[in-house]
C-alpha cells in the first residue's frame, strides 16, 4: 500500500516554497521520493528549503518568480522544465493578503490580491497542463482557505478569490479528467505559516489567539497539511478529481 503513496521519479512544483504551507508540502513530498522546484519571491527561504530536501536525497531547484503575473508562471515552468524535463505536480501554494475593512481596498490592492491568490492558479495550472498532457498524466493540487466558506468582512478580497479557486478546481478537473490530469483543492483553516502570523503580528496577537477557530483547539502545523497535499499528488487518490478538502481540524466553536 506504501507504494500508492510514491513519488519516485517525479518532479513536483511548489509555489510560496520556501515558507508554511509550501515549505511542509515539498519536505513531504520529498520525503516520499519526488525531487522538487521551490518558487517564491524571497531567495533565502527558498534556499534554505532546498538544502533541506537534498539531505533527504532529493534534487531541489529554488527560483525566485512572480506568480501573479502570466509571464512569471510560465517562465517558472520553462526553468523547471528545463532543469528536470518534466512536471508531474503542481502545488499552487502561493497567497495572502492583509485584513481591513471593504471599504478601504483600493481598486489596485484588489487586483493584486486576486491576482496572486486566483490568478496564479489559473495561469501556472494552465502553463504546466501543457507538459502533463504531453505525458499523460499530472496531478495539481491547489492550497485554499476556510475563508472560502465564510463571510470574511475583513478579508473580502481574499475570501472570494479563495471561493473561485474551489471552483476553478472542478472546472480544471472536468476538463482535463480523462485526459490523465487530476486537480483537487485544500480549504485550510488557521494554520501555523507567515501568513497568519505575520498578519497577527500586526495587531500584536499571538498566534495561538486564533486557535479555537478550529475544533481541535490548536493551530494546524504546516507538514500535517503536507500529508493531505502528498494524498491528492500520489496514485493514493488515483480516483479522486475535483475535490476540496477541508483541513481545519473540525468546525470551531463559531462554526468556522
Not at 471599504?103 to 502533463?132: C, I, P, Q, Y
Not at 498532457?133 to 495539481?140: A, Y
Amino acid at each position: 500500500m506504501n507504494d500508492r503513496f510514491s513519488l519516485d521519479g517525479r518532479v513536483a512544483l511548489i509555489t510560496g516554497g520556501g515558507t508554511g504551507i509550501g515549505r511542509g508540502a515539498a519536505l513531504v513530498l520529498a520525503e516520499h521520493g519526488a525531487d522538487v522546484v521551490l518558487a517564491g519571491r524571497r531567495r533565502d527561504p527558498l534556499e534554505s528549503t532546498a538544502k533541506e530536501i537534498e539531505v533527504l536525497g532529493r534534487r531541489a531547484l529554488a527560483v525566485s518568480a512572480d506568480v501573479s503575473t502570466a509571464a512569471g508562471c510560465q517562465e517558472l515552468v520553462d526553468k523547471a522544465v528545463a532543469e528536470f524535463g518534466r512536471v508531474d505536480i503542481l502545488v499552487n501554494s502561493a497567497g495572502g493578503a492583509e485584513t481591513k475593512s471593504i471599504k478601504r481596498w483600493t481598486e489596485e490592492e484588489f487586483g493584486d490580491v486576486f491576482a496572486l491568490n486566483l490568478g496564479s492558479v489559473w495561469n501556472l495550472s494552465r502553463a504546466a497542463s501543457v507538459h502533463m498532457l504531453e505525458q499523460g498524466k499530472g496531478t495539481i493540487v491547489n492550497i485554499s482557505s476556510g475563508a472560502s466558506l465564510l463571510a470574511m468582512p475583513q478579508a473580502a478580497p481574499y475570501a472570494a478569490a479563495k471561493a473561485a479557486v474551489n471552483n476553478l478546481t472542478g472546472s480544471m478537473a472536468s476538463a482535463w479528467a480523462q485526459k490523465g490530469i487530476r486537480v483537487n483543492a485544500i480549504a485550510v483553516g488557521a494554520v501555523r505559516a507567515p501568513t497568519l502570523t505575520d498578519e497577527l503580528a500586526r495587531y500584536n496577537l499571538e498566534p495561538d489567539s486564533v486557535a479555537g477557530t478550529n475544533g481541535l483547539g490548536r493551530l494546524g502545523e504546516p507538514d500535517e497539511i503536507g500529508y493531505g497535499v502528498l494524498f491528492f499528488a500520489s496514485d493514493a487518490s488515483s480516483f479522486c478529481s475535483g475535490q476540496t478538502l477541508y483541513m481545519h481540524g473540525a468546525p470551531g466553536p463559531a462554526g468556522v
